[in-house]
């Protein structure tokens, strides 16, 4: 199986930064797309950002500009630079990866369990 474990959640006030992170561990051959999706109450899951094995990345129109995803392929990381937060921005965020058990394999996506992101005064 492939765990993924974010962390860097937390409380910032307007215009403030956080960083998430999300490592990917347990059994697999590869992992392609990685990303970040959000939640909030009353809504559908919605994307932020994702970013190939080879670096090309895709964003939320809310969010370019201000949010930057980047990989360590060598640690199975994925980042989520977020800065100049807004209160729009509060979300439970998961991070989610596409990953090949075997080689053989089609890849299947897996989900980290949520961090909170909270933008308030």
């Known amino acids: 199986q492939v765990q993924l474990v974010e962390s860097g959640g937390g409380l910032v006030q307007p215009g403030g930064s956080l960083r998430l992170s999300c490592a990917a561990s347990?059994?697999?051959?590869?992992?392609?797309?990685m990303g970040w999706y959000r939640h909030t109450p009353g809504k559908q899951r919605e994307l932020v950002a994702t970013?190939?094995?080879?670096?090309?990345?895709n964003y939320a129109d809310s969010v370019k500009g201000r949010f930057t995803i980047s990989r360590d392929n060598a640690k199975n990381t994925v980042y989520l630079q977020m800065n100049s937060l807004e209160p729009e921005d509060t979300a439970v965020y998961y991070c989610n990866a596409d990953a090949r058990r075997f080689y053989y394999t089609k890849p299947a996506a897996y989900w980290g369990q949520g961090t909170q992101v909270t933008v308030s005064s």
């Open positions: 347990g059994s697999f051959f590869s992992i392609q797309d």
């Open positions: 970013i190939t094995s080879g670096g090309i990345t």
